[in-house]
C-alpha cells in the first residue's frame, strides 16, 4: 500500500492551523455563524490523510483520501460562503482557495495512482 506524500501531510497540517486561526478571528468578531462547520470540514481534511496511513489496505486507504478530498470540497464552499456574505476579504478567499486547490489537486493525483495501483 502506497504512503501519502510528506508534501500532503505537511499542506493539510498547514492548511488545519489558518483555518483554525481563521474560525478564532471570525469568533473575535462576533461572525461565527458558520465557524464550526468550517473548523470541522478544514480540520477533517488532515485527520482523513493521517487516518490513511493506518488503513486495512489499499481500498480503505483510497476511500480515506476520497473522505479527505470531499471534505476539502466542502471547506471550500464555506470559504466562499464567508467571501460571498462579506465575512472574509476577496484576498483572504483567494489566499485560501489557492492552498485548499493544491491540497485537492495532490488528492486526486493520490487517489487516482492508488486506484491504478489497485489491481
Known amino acids: ?14 492548511f488545519a492551523v489558518e483555518i483554525l486561526n481563521l474560525v478564532n ?18 480540520t477533517s481534511i488532515g485527520a482523513n490523510i493521517h487516518e490513511a496511513q493506518y488503513a486495512h489496505g489499499k481500498s480503505d486507504f483510497i476511500a480515506k483520501l476520497q473522505i479527505a478530498l470531499k ?16 465575512q472574509i476579504s476577496s484576498d483572504e478567499y483567494n489566499r485560501f482557495d ?16 492508488s486506484k491504478k495501483n489497485l489491481s
Open 25 to 42: 478571528k471570525l469568533k473575535q468578531n462576533k461572525k461565527a455563524i458558520i465557524c464550526k462547520q468550517l473548523g470541522r470540514s478544514g
Open 98 to 113: 489557492e492552498l485548499c486547490r493544491e491540497i485537492r489537486i495532490t488528492l486526486i493525483a493520490s487517489i487516482n495512482t
Open 1 to 14: 500500500m502506497e504512503k501519502y506524500s510528506n508534501k500532503l501531510v505537511e499542506l493539510s497540517i498547514s
Open 71 to 86: 471534505e476539502a470540497n466542502e471547506t471550500n464552499y464555506w470559504l466562499l460562503l464567508l467571501m460571498k456574505s462579506n
